[in-house]
């Protein structure tokens, strides 16, 4: 139980409790299972006390000194914590249901099997907290600090639902969106079903080219993503590229006087199992290591495609490209269903 001559002070507001604090030191704060409801304890030092099982639902503990508490199993719900001094706070078990944490320094915290539910986080410092365990339906993760903090099994779903992990807050929220956002879901299915990846240089009037063919392939029904080469080449490049490639039915890739080509088709071809494209214009030659790529990938990387020019090319686009296209969708898609054959000796 609380040490009711302190609980006494505290409740007078937190200037005479801080009084008290700097008269009395040495002394550590016994609020065990304190009746704090809606106390106003903002700018409260209260480091190092004892808050277990404490009752602070609705409390303001806004810019409170929090560092090294014991809140286990305290009632934080609906809390005020913005700009909280939590470092190596013992969080664990608490209820922090819709507790505005914003900007809260939780580094080091322990936060074990603490409901998050609701909680604000948008920028708070969680470096080298533990959080395992938590249930972070809800949460508002923005601009967090998480270096080295501990994410495993993070409960993503509501108590009344069936229970779904994740090892990392932020992703939490992404995955959580997939499973249960409707409007999310059908953008990615729509992609999948109708994206289609255009690579290629907007330089040397090969500009012309693509934005026609991105009209055409809109006119029957398709998602064109255009992406152009003439760009720094860097890591964040790179994974732009891989992320595309890796949400379209296909790709088609004008591998005409290339640059950036060669980099980006080794970074996707050998990492995607979808229908490549190229196309060459008359009068070019492929890149000296495309035929390597065409060898050791030809399941997915069909034979590259020579036109003498962009009408003509629109002309066959049906027929050369696009049927071709998804006629090896549907056989890349039943070989990755193929059930894995083991032969016993």
């Known amino acids: 139980m609380a040490n009711q001559e302190q609980l006494a002070i505290l409740r007078h507001g937190p200037d005479v409790w801080n009084v008290y604090r700097q008269v009395h030191?040495?002394?550590?704060?016994?609020?065990?299972?304190?009746?704090?409801?809606?106390?106003?304890?903002?700018?409260?030092?209260?480091?190092?006390?004892?808050?277990?099982?404490?009752?602070?639902?609705?409390?303001?503990?806004?810019?409170?000194n929090l560092v090294r508490?014991?809140?286990?199993?305290?009632?934080?719900?609906l809390a005020k914590l913005t700009g909280a001094d939590l470092r190596l706070a013992d969080l664990r078990g608490g209820n922090l249901d819709a507790a505005d944490l914003v900007g809260a320094n939780l580094e080091g915290a322990d936060l074990r099997g603490a409901n998050l539910q609701g909680v604000l986080l948008v920028g708070a410092n969680l470096a080298r907290a533990d959080l395992s365990g938590c249930r972070v339906y809800g949460v508002s993760a923005w601009d967090l600090h998480l270096k080295e903090a501990k994410q495993d099994d993070l409960i993503i779903t509501r108590a009344d639902q069936p229970e779904v992990t994740?090892?990392?807050?932020?992703?939490?929220?992404?995955?959580?969106l997939l499973l249960h956002n409707e409007k999310v879901r059908d953008v990615i299915d729509t992609i999948?079903?109708?994206?289609?990846?255009?690579?290629?240089?907007?330089?040397?009037?090969?500009?012309?080219?693509?934005?026609?063919?991105?009209?055409?392939?809109?006119?029957?029904?398709?998602?064109?993503?255009?992406?152009?080469?003439?760009?720094?080449?860097?890591?964040?490049?790179?994974?732009t590229v891989r992320l595309l490639a890796g949400i379209s039915r296909f790709v088609i890739a004008d591998i005409t006087?290339?640059?950036?080509?060669?980099?980006?088709?080794?970074?996707?071809?050998?990492?995607?199992?979808?229908?490549?494209?190229?196309?060459?214009?008359?009068g070019e030659e492929p890149f000296a290591m495309f035929k390597d790529l065409w060898v050791k990938h030809s399941t997915w990387v069909l034979d590259p495609i020579r036109y003498p020019s962009i009408d003509r090319l629109v002309e066959v686009m049906d027929s050369e490209i696009i049927e071709p296209a998804q006629i090896r969708f549907a056989?890349?898609?039943a070989r990755k269903a193929e059930t894995l054959r083991i032969r016993d000796v």
């Open 25 to 64: 030191p040495g002394s550590r704060a016994d609020l065990r299972q304190a009746d704090l409801r809606q106390a106003d304890l903002r700018q409260a030092v209260l480091a190092e006390a004892d808050l277990r099982a404490a009752d602070l639902f609705g409390a303001n503990l806004a810019a409170a």
């Open 257 to 282: 006087n290339p640059r950036s080509a060669p980099l980006e088709l080794q970074a996707t071809v050998p990492e995607f199992m979808i229908p490549f494209v190229p196309i060459l214009e008359k």
């Open 192 to 239: 999948g079903k109708k994206g289609v990846l255009l690579l290629g240089r907007f330089a040397g009037g090969r500009l012309s080219v693509l934005e026609r063919l991105r009209d055409e392939l809109r006119k029957r029904g398709f998602l064109p993503m255009v992406f152009n080469f003439d760009k720094p080449e860097t890591k964040d490049f790179t994974e």
């Open 166 to 176: 994740a090892d990392n807050l932020e992703v939490a929220q992404f995955i959580y």
């Open 69 to 77: 508490s014991d809140l286990t199993g305290a009632d934080l719900r």
């Open 331 to 333: 056989e890349l898609l």
